[in-house]
Structures are given as structure tokens and as C-alpha cells.
């Protein structure tokens, strides 16, 4: 797959809903009712970080739930992506980039969203061909202002800001003219995950589709 293809289907899963939650999943038990919860919310791109033992079980499990885009998060190695892709992920997405995770990413077929949290770093994912971007951490590299500077210069780039971003910051990144969509935790809090309150997710996923930016 060319980059150009990989932020084609990445940009066509950010413009599926206005957030991508970012999911932590310790009990892969968990993972069919997360996944409705948050489809029924109107949240129908899911990531799973690859960073608890039960992650891929979960990324299988959630993958067979009608009407999920489900994708893999914290993407750091080749073997991450082989893993990602035969669990079933339809995409990936990783906090940086590096040479080696793009080329295995190209080779498995798996379109990436590649993180950047500067102009040069964006500049060489744009010089490969990649148009999306993850834009991380978001708030602790300047928020939405960030974003809003990068937008002259950097005119073709879009992006999903993620990290710090919640209910109160959310539109004002949603705002801004290179913003596809923004990525968060804040709508799957661990505690509800244990809990199995979905009920209590179904809301905070319906909040967060029906965002809207603040211009
Ligand atoms: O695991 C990854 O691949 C990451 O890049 C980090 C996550 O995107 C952020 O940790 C989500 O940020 P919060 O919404 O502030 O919790």
C-alpha cells in the first residue's frame, strides 16, 4: 500500500465521526459491549492501544462488531503491525514515525496514521506521501495555537490531535480549517470500563459525536 492510498483510508476513517476514542482494554471480556456502547454513541472508529496483554484478543473481538472501524494504536514495531493486522485492524496509528514502522506498515497493507509533534517531523511524513497525521500530545505541545500556526506552512497536512484533549477543548481543535477529527480517552474512562457501565459510555460517546466545532 503507497502512503498516498494509507492517508486516502485514514482520512476517510476520520471523517466518520468528529472523535476516535482511544481505548486502554485490560479484560478483552470487556471489548463486545465497549465497542457497541460507543458504535450505539455514534462513535464507529475505535482504537485499541497495543499497550495491555489483552489488546489484540480485544482488537479481534471488537473487529466482528457490525458497523466498528477498528484500529490499532501505539504502534512501535514490525511485529506490532504484523500482530495489528492479523487481528484484524483496519488501520494504525502510532504516537511518532520512524523509517522502519512505515515501511513495515507499506508492506503489510496496514494504512497508518503516523504521529508528529513537529514542523520537520510532519515535513518528512509529508515528503513520503503521508497527508494525514496524528498531531501528539496535542495540549502539551501547544494545543490548538500549534495547530493553527502549522496550517500556513504546512497547507496540506491534515490532522487528529490527540492527548489532553476532552469534553471542554475538543471543538476548539475540531475548529481549525487542518483538523479532520480528534482522538481521546476521555470517553471510556477505566473506572466505567471495569464497571461495565456502558450505559454511562453510550452517553459520553453521544456527547462527543454531537461536537461541533467553535468557530
Ligand atoms: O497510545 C498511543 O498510541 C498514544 O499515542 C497515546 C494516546 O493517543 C494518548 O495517550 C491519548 O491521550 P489522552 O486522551 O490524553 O489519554
Not at 136 to 153: M, V
Not at 173 to 199: E, H, I, M, Q, T
Request: proline residues 9%; contains cysteine.
Amino acid at each position: 500500500m503507497t502512503p498516498e492510498q494509507a492517508s486516502e483510508l485514514v482520512a476517510r476513517v476520520c471523517g466518520l465521526a468528529p472523535v476516535i476514542p482511544v481505548l486502554v482494554i485490560r479484560d478483552a471480556s470487556h471489548a463486545p459491549g465497549l465497542a457497541r456502547a460507543l458504535i450505539e454513541g455514534g462513535l464507529p472508529v475505535l482504537e485499541i492501544t497495543l499497550r495491555t496483554p489483552a489488546a489484540l484478543e480485544a482488537i479481534r473481538a471488537m473487529a466482528q462488531i457490525e458497523g466498528g472501524v477498528v484500529g490499532a494504536g501505539t504502534l512501535l514495531t514490525e511485529a506490532d503491525v504484523v500482530a495489528a493486522k492479523e487481528a484484524g485492524a483496519a488501520f494504525g496509528v502510532s504516537p511518532g514515525a520512524t523509517p522502519r514502522l512505515i515501511e513495515a506498515c507499506e508492506a503489510h497493507d496496514l494504512p497508518l496514521l503516523p504521529g508528529a509533534a513537529t514542523p520537520s517531523e510532519s515535513m518528512a511524513l509529508l515528503e513520503r506521501g503521508y497527508t494525514v497525521q496524528k498531531f501528539f500530545p496535542a495540549e502539551a505541545n501547544g494545543g490548538p495555537a500549534t495547530l493553527r500556526a502549522w496550517a500556513g506552512p504546512l497547507p496540506r497536512v491534515r490532522f487528529c490531535p490527540t492527548g489532553g484533549i476532552g469534553p471542554d477543548n475538543a471543538a476548539s481543535y475540531l475548529a481549525l480549517s487542518n483538523v479532520l477529527c480528534v482522538g481521546g480517552s476521555w470517553v471510556a474512562p477505566d473506572d466505567r470500563v471495569r464497571a461495565g457501565d456502558w450505559d454511562r459510555i453510550r452517553q459520553l460517546a453521544r456527547e462527543a459525536s454531537s461536537l461541533r466545532p467553535a468557530r
